[in-house]
Nanobody, 115 residues
Framework: QVQVEESGGGLVQPGGSLSLSCTASADRNTITTMAWYRQAPGKQRELVASISYGGSATYADFVKGRFTISKDNARTTVYLQMTNLTSEDTAVYYC?????????WGQGTQVTVSS
């Protein structure tokens, strides 16, 4: 079993920035993909960004140019740097770690964008 834990959520004003981090209790060499999802109230969970073991990153159209996903190659840690936040970005952000064919999710961290 892999434990996944997110941190870094909070309240931020529109136009502001916030960074999230996620750590898993697994050997970094066994994790093939790390990803961030989000779920707003009344909406389905959606993919925000993902990064492969080799470092290739993909983004949802709605965050391109504003969010950056990165990982620590020495640890099983993934980050999400978010800039120019809007109220539409308010959601619970979840981290997912893919180990072989199994997915492991964190509990989520709340991000609220409000003045």
């Amino acid at each position: 079993q892999v434990q996944v834990e997110e941190s870094g959520g909070g309240l931020v004003q529109p136009g502001g920035s916030l960074s999230l981090s996620c750590t898993a209790s697994a050997d970094r060499n066994t994790i093939t993909t790390m990803a961030w999802y989000r779920q707003a109230p009344g909406k389905q969970r959606e993919l925000v960004a993902s990064i492969s073991y080799g470092g290739s990153a993909t983004y949802a159209d709605f965050v391109k140019g504003r969010f950056t996903i990165s990982k620590d190659n020495a640890r099983t840690t993934v980050y999400l740097q978010m800039t120019n936040l809007t109220s539409e970005d308010t959601a619970v952000y979840y981290c997912k770690m893919l180990k072989l064919v199994s997915s492991y999710w964190g509990q989520g961290t709340q991000v609220t964008v409000s003045s």
